[in-house]
């Protein structure tokens, strides 16, 4: 069997070399001619435990090779991004139809198309099967459609990748049969064969359950400051009971994900959706309550915005991924109030994403006074006592000390 990866970011590309080094040949396909040169040298896009030891195992194995368009293949897997329209919150389907199109253009008769992105419940019935019917084939004969969202969290994805179970939607269970033999080459995990739009609905609502609890989170966080209690020795005594499980607060919710998949639910569902949407406006809030408690704790200790540093830009703790990341959406909120001059820093960001952003700790911390940590890399972890002699606010409850505040 020939697989044809087709998007090979976050999630195509560690499939694809999960595959290929489990004795697949795959095709690896995507439209950015840049990346396509880079990944055929060898290097992965971005940062990733394991990645680049997999990578050269994949190679080895002479099954992988890339392309810059789909492939005449036994079995197509869709992994490109979804974002959501930020007028209306409903998805925007256009590069999985126009990965979709590009598939239908090549394909054999009899391929299995298999579309992992996520995806708002219904999209596989609204955009793909259409796509197929209007190429003149039918679906469940000439091409078979499928959906096997992903659920691996970046910082760990190898290793969930290989443990952790699936969901396979499919209109004919002997597909989802299929599907199964082959990422049996790399999951050791159950494999759950159902219809495609519990499939789709699964894997947003895993996404959902998690915005919504860590919104409660975050809501505690809001409360107990304002009446002067601390969230997190109240949630390490709370978790102490059998039924109790409550998340962390932070400075909210980024990633390509958690941040994003609610919204399909509340564009498609505006009518019976409350609780997800609250949920979504507590998490979008917290940068700006952050901001808030700057704001205080700069009046109350005659700091000046020069002197305030943020640590972290990525989405969270150890992952080079800035997507909707809590410091970005908090630096937006500041420049729209035309409040600039404070410093940002983060070890794993090598570009340069917005004004004042440092590329050396020790420079960065030279004459602050106020450090904000957003993010809790293992780095500041372990320089904890370079951050003595300041102010630090602690968003993540990664810190201690006599000078450490919390959210
Ligand atoms: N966060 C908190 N408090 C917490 C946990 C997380 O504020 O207690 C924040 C994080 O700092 C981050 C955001 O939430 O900004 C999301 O981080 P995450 O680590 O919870 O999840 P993601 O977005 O990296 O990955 C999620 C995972 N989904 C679930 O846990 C249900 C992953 O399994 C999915 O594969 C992934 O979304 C995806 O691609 O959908």
Redesign the pocket.
Known sequence: MKINVVGLGYIGLPTALSLSAGGWEVVGTDKNAELLEKLASGEAAFEEKGLPELFQKASASGKLSFAPACVPADLYIVAVPTPYLKHCKRIDPSFVTAAVRDVLAVCPKGAILAVES?IAPGTMDACVRPLVEKTGLVCGKDVHIAHVP?????GNMLY?LSHNSRTIGVDEPAVGETLKTVYRAFCGGEMVITSIRTAEMTKVV??T??DVN?AF?NELARLCYRGGMDVNEIIRVANMHPRVNI????P????H???V?PWFLVGDYPDVVNLILQARRINDGMPAFVLERVSELMEQNGISVSEVGFYGLT??ENVDDVRES?TLQLYACMKNHLACGARFYDPMVKTKLVDCQYDDFDAFLNGLKLVVVMVAHDQIRQNTEKLADKLVFDTRNCMSGGNVVKL
């Open positions: 996520t992903e659920r691996i969290i970046p969930e895993e996404n359950y998690r860590i989170a998340l962390s607060p932070g909210g919710v980024g990633g994900c958690i941040s998949d989405y969270k809590p």
